[in-house]
């Protein structure tokens, strides 16, 4: 499913990822993401456990800073699509203050 903005319905263009273990032992995705047609930013918290059938995500629209925050944060990273990497970023966290949750 292609995610669209809240504010003008274009497509939301993946910024940057990074993975982490969950502690069910599944995964989590972390997701940047810009809308290609306006100045808006949201962020993406995906998981998938292995004691559930459904993987699960939440989405919320997040601030200019906390949008650059999270992506120099992955670009520190050095492998971010491996959740088992052990460098100082992992387990992956971004402070959401002020974000709104969508539905």
């Known amino acids: 499913m292609i995610r669209v903005c809240e504010h003008c319905g ?8 990074i993975c ?6 599944g995964e989590n995705i972390h997701s940047f993401w810009k809308c290609s047609g306006c100045d808006s930013f949201y962020y993406n918290d995906y998981y998938d456990c292995w004691d559930s059938e ?11 800073s906390t949008f650059n925050e999270g992506r120099s944060r992955i670009a520190a990273c ?21 974000a709104k949750r969508l539905q």
């Open 10 to 17: 274009k497509e939301l263009l993946n910024r940057g990822s």
């Open 20 to 25: 982490d273990l969950c502690v069910c032992g």
């Open 54 to 64: 459904n993987p699960d995500e939440l989405w919320f629209e997040i601030s200019e």
């Open 78 to 98: 050095p492998e971010p699509s491996r959740k088992l990497c052990n460098c100082p970023l992992h387990p992956f966290s971004i402070p959401l203050e002020g």
